[in-house]
């Protein structure tokens, strides 16, 4: 078995034999989630090996030993003590993420190091909640946001004066490697320009805010990361008006029921997107704002601010 591992086969025949996995591809497996029990919704791949739940996403900064600890339900020293044993001496207790340690396990395990995004952070960000970043919580907390509404999206500050984002909030996004994939920011003062984005990377290979949603059948469509923040844990930011197919195909494979709420001024775009997700067949309402966006609506009730809007969705019809 240590062998089939090392070999890159070692994850897929572990979920072949305890989660009754099927092969979908040459290199994936799909099987039932041990975590959320959606069907054939947990993916795993023998070349990277990594593990992926479309539904509750579990597997996001995962690894092996995290998988056993679910399915077997034992303790983390059983399960290391299980890896160890499928492994040998290729396992390291760490963490993903953890630089070239991290690095060396998946070399061991599949022959090949971890894909890198290329995309870097801006020189000299900060921690949102680091003295350096006082300018952005103080321009949060004059849009009317608290800590409630940002402290699980792990902002950062630009304090670095020789860079183009100096003095802007920056949002980081993450892929459910812990790898970083895009990130985009907002100005907290009279600067321009107003928001600037990774590079090199299209702005609709991603949604803000994806990893932090709780509920698994529905979620609210909004434009940017402040829109995200006065519904945390409820919305994905598509960082523009528009979405892309990308973004649609990942939408509708998640959720069921998508709540649009754009800008008053994205009448037009609101059309298209909800256009777009109905052709997937899936439930689709739309906010249409009088006026302003979802960040001007903040409120320190989250729960009552959500359901507000529930509340002003009607369903879209072709």
Aim: positive net charge.
């Amino acid at each position: 078995m240590g062998q089939s591992i090392r070999s890159g086969l070692g994850i897929v025949r572990y979920a072949q034999v305890h989660l009754g996995g099927r092969e979908r591809t040459s290199t994936e497996i799909i099987a039932d989630c041990p975590m959320c029990g959606k069907e054939e919704h947990l993916s795993l791949n023998s070349k990277t090996g990594l593990f992926f739940c479309y539904r509750c996403e579990f597997g996001i900064g995962k690894q092996l030993r995290d998988l056993i600890l679910i399915v077997e339900r034992c303790s983390k020293k059983t399960a290391t003590i299980r890896v160890r044993e499928l492994l040998g001496d290729t396992y390291e207790d760490v963490e993903p993420g953890e630089g070239d340690a991290w690095d060396r396990i998946m070399s061991a395990l599949f022959g090949a190091s971890v894909e890198k995004t290329g995309i870097k952070l801006p020189e000299g960000c900060v921690p949102i909640d680091s003295i350096q970043a006082i300018r952005a919580v103080s321009y949060l907390k004059r849009r009317g946001f608290t800590k409630q509404h940002w402290q699980s999206y792990k902002l950062l500050y630009c304090d670095n004066q020789d860079v183009q984002e100096y003095g802007h909030i920056v949002f980081p996004i993450k892929d459910f490697t812990g790898q970083l994939v895009f990130w985009t920011t907002r100005c907290v003062g009279v600067g321009s320009p107003k928001t600037l984005h990774a590079s090199g990377v299209s702005v609709g290979a991603s949604l803000f805010g994806w990893s932090q949603v709780k509920a698994k059948s529905h979620v609210m469509l909004v434009e940017g990361p402040l829109d995200v923040l006065a519904l945390p844990g409820r919305a994905v930011g598509l960082m523009g008006k528009h979405m892309s197919e990308a973004q649609a195909s990942k939408l509708c494979e998640r959720f069921e029921t998508i709540i649009v709420a754009l800008d008053a001024d994205a009448r037009t775009a609101s059309t298209q997107v909800c256009w777009m997700l109905s052709r997937f067949a899936r439930l689709v309402f739309e906010v249409k704002l009088l006026n302003g966006d979802p960040a001007d609506r903040v409120s320190a009730c989250i729960g009552q601010n959500a359901r507000n809007f529930f509340r002003d969705a009607r369903p879209y019809k072709l």
